[in-house]
């Protein structure tokens, strides 16, 4: 992702509007031909047994296929890593280095991104009834930590439930500051959240380049709006998709015309 083009979000349902209906009865939803098969077993079980019974059920089917979509994002192998005699590649600093077509394939890349994505699923579910959405935020931040911990191991070699069990405190550290930081990029504008982005997805980089940090910048506030305006239905049933990243490539490299106004001292700054 934080190569050339910021993704839109694509709705592989429907393309409506915000639904008027009330949240809690679009939560109730009847789960569509092309649902995961969970979702219509728990709509089968809800019918002779009450909501809270099976809403664990759901939010967990649903939230298993909307972290998928955030995993996939900066996805990467090792296929080293299935020789059990083979040795795993480095980087120049010594980090594990997975395949990958446009990013570092590397554990910290992977999480990074995907932890944005996260939090960007986690900013619409926040619009859900507040009965409902603590569980589905916390099945979202399951998903990514079960995965997390099954990466340590079958890619990366970190047997060891201590070694894990340390990196998944770092990990959880990692994310709670994240969150943290993109909510008040989102508050606070651009900059703060070009800031944000800067530290967490692109590891602090002194020489990182600007036009795809603005390029991600664009990205998280159209796919934090794009979100909104989809159906608590299609959220609920796990059909949302982010498209390709690239609206804003060509927007970023045009020179802007205030780069060449001169300096002008307002009154009352400075001396």
Not at 110 to 121: A, D, G, K, V
Not at 151 to 164: C, D, E, G, V, Y
Not at 248 to 262: H, N
Request: with cysteine; hydrophobic share 40%; aromatic share 10%.
């Amino acid at each position: 992702m934080p190569t050339s083009d910021p993704p839109t979000i694509h709705n592989s349902s429907s393309s409506k509007p915000p639904s008027t209906v009330a949240p809690s009865q679009n939560l109730d939803f009847v789960p569509p031909p092309n649902a995961p098969a969970s979702l219509r077993v728990a709509q089968e079980v809800r019918k002779r047994a009450p909501v809270g019974v099976t809403e664990t059920y759901i939010a967990y089917g649903a939230t298993q296929k909307l972290y998928k979509e955030c995993a996939a994002q900066a996805d990467y192998t090792i296929p080293e890593a299935a020789d059990q005699k083979g040795e795993i590649p480095k980087t120049a600093g010594g980090i594990d280095r997975g395949v990958d077509l446009h990013l570092p394939a590397t554990f910290s890349t992977w999480s990074q991104i995907t932890m944005l994505h996260i939090y960007l699923f986690a900013v619409r579910i926040r619009h859900f009834p507040a009965a409902h959405a603590p569980a589905w935020q916390q099945h979202l931040l399951d998903h990514f930590f079960f995965d997390a911990e099954q990466r340590m191991t079958t890619l990366h070699r970190i047997t060891a439930q201590s070694a894990r069990n340390r990196y998944l405190k770092d990990l959880f550290v990692q994310y709670r500051g994240a969150m943290a930081a993109y909510d008040e990029g989102l508050f606070k504008g651009d900059a703060v959240l070009a800031t944000a982005l800067w530290r967490n997805v692109f590891a602090a980089d002194d020489d990182v380049d600007l036009r795809r940090l603005a390029c991600v910048v664009g990205y998280v506030r159209r796919t934090v709006r794009a979100l909104e305006m989809i159906d608590d239905q299609d959220v609920a049933g796990g059909l949302v998709r982010f498209a390709e990243p690239g609206r804003d490539a060509a927007l970023v490299r045009v020179r802007s015309r205030w780069l060449d106004r001169p300096f002008v001292q307002e009154k009352g700054v400075g001396g």
